[in-house]
């Protein structure tokens, strides 16, 4: 069955930096986009970044454009979420999700049909 399991998540400084993994199983992983969403205390998910199945392009919402970094080895059925820069507004539980196509969506987030059980990142000082 599919699972997605997302690592890295813990406490940082604000300007610090955390590397989220997700690792994929169940599924041909370099068939399908990926994409990462993150949900703070009390408000809705949000996405955060994608990728396509085959790397050629990778996106951001523009409250992280320029700090974050998505990349996936699909070798190791692996995407990763580079967190530099980070901010308090960063906190949040952040979720590894598999498209179900080969393009990233934006929305709505319906169209992500696995989820991970998702990481903590707090940024406090």
């Known amino acids: 069955q599919v699972q997605l399991v997302e690592s890295g998540g813990g406490l940082a400084q604000p300007g610090g930096s955390l590397r989220l993994s997700c690792a994929a199983s169940g599924f041909t992983f370099s068939s399908y986009a990926m994409s990462w969403a993150r949900q703070a205390p009390g408000k809705g998910l949000e996405w955060v970044s994608g990728?396509?199945?085959?790397?050629?392009?990778?996106y951001y919402a523009d409250s992280v454009k320029g700090r974050f970094t998505l990349s996936r080895d699909d070798a190791k059925n692996t995407v990763y979420l580079q967190m530099n820069s980070l901010k308090p507004e960063d906190t949040a539980l952040y979720y590894c999700?598999?498209?179900?196509?080969?393009?990233?969506?934006?929305?709505?987030?319906?169209?992500?049909?696995?989820w991970g059980q998702g990481t903590q990142v707090t940024v406090s000082s």
């Open positions: 999700a598999k498209a179900r196509g080969t393009v990233v969506v934006i929305t709505p987030l319906s169209e992500y049909d696995y």
């Open positions: 990728i396509n199945s085959d790397g050629s392009g990778t």
